[in-house]
């Protein structure tokens, strides 16, 4: 069973990673898993949290590193050192067969902490927004996805690794957006409140 889910991973693997190649994606992707990339989003979440929520905003902005902070050192420090599963681009079955577009890294693959992390804050996101604004659940998947996609695209990641931190995710970001709202309940930070 484990042998026939490894070769399903790797091949869908090499779907993403060398079936949808073209100069398109291999501009855009490394771009899309790049953490610098999205610091324009985070700059704006800050001053959004802020300007329309006040001091609970300051309160959702600590939850959001939180969240981050849960998310990134379980993954990295926890998991991925049980596991200890070699990126597809350090696999030596794997790395001649790769479409690699950016520099492998030495660290281990599973899960993948991108898709922990952005799933984690993805999720804070939607916990916190959904019963106000419900376009906040599509974009934050996408958002997350997106960044998943990229992380298989580009070489460092099997799919497995990016689901695996997908659902890791998401359950950090529930469990931590749950809390959150059980501290400070809707009715107390409508926008405009202080």
Sequence with gaps: MLEELIRFDRMVFHFINDGLSNPVFDLIMPYLRNRY???PVYVFLAVFFIRNYRKY????????GITFGISDYFSASVVKPLVERLRPCNDPVMKATIHNIVPCGSGFSFP??????HFALAFFLIVLFYTRWKPVLPLCLAWA??????QVYVGVHYPVDVLSGAILGSMIGYVVGTLYLTIFPQEKWKAGNS
Excluded: D, E, K, P
Excluded at 112 to 117: D, G, I, Q, R
Excluded at 145 to 150: E, K, P, T, V
């Design 112 to 117: 993948s902490t991108h898709a922990t992390n």
């Design 57 to 64: 905003g300051w309160y959702m902005l600590l939850f959001f």
């Design 37 to 39: 990339f999205w610091v």
């Design 145 to 150: 996805g997106s960044i998943c996609l990229a």
